[in-house]
């Protein structure tokens, strides 16, 4: 990185948002920090010119529509919001952009993927929580499969991940789920992350249309 580069953005951004911070808090450089700063930058004034960004402005990244309504732009919009005041800074979308990238730790992304499936919060996934996220991302990806289908995915799911059979899936025994199926994160992993040259809309549509 360059000096003049480092200055330009702390001019820019609040003391606790300088790229050095941030950087040596999640996977990305420095670089890479400054670089996701002018994508935030474009995206937080897409909508709502006010520097952050609003779940209309989120949805209009993953879809290009801010009004389409989807669970799956939801549950990543609210994981994302780790305050929970409705918006997400700058600090916020480094912080958990960097469970993407390709150098995270295999940890934080089964973490932030349970937390994905567990829509009440409440430390488990059941299988209507399941059930609902599956048919999200069908719906997200304009893919159609029919209810007996969706309901045998969500059923071998259960049968390999629920170990003791409690009819829920704890952290536990999704760590071991995952591990025993891996492609479970591929999406978890957004290459275009080391070489941030896209849009923020063009490397999250292409995680999903991979799947």
Known sequence: MGCVSSKRFSRSAPAHEDPAVLASQTSFTVNEVEALYELYKKLSFSIVKDGLIHKE?????LFRNSKRANLFADRVFDLFDLKRNGVIDF????RSLSVFHPKAHISEKTAFAFKLYDLRGTGYIEKEEL???????LDESDLCLSDSTVETIVENTFSQADSNGDGRIDPEEWEEFVKKNPATLRNMSLPYLQDITMSFPSFIMHSEASD
């Open 57 to 61: 402005e989120f949805q209009l990244a």
């Open 91 to 94: 600090e916020e979308f480094v």
């Open 131 to 137: 059930r609902k996220m599956v048919l999200a991302l």
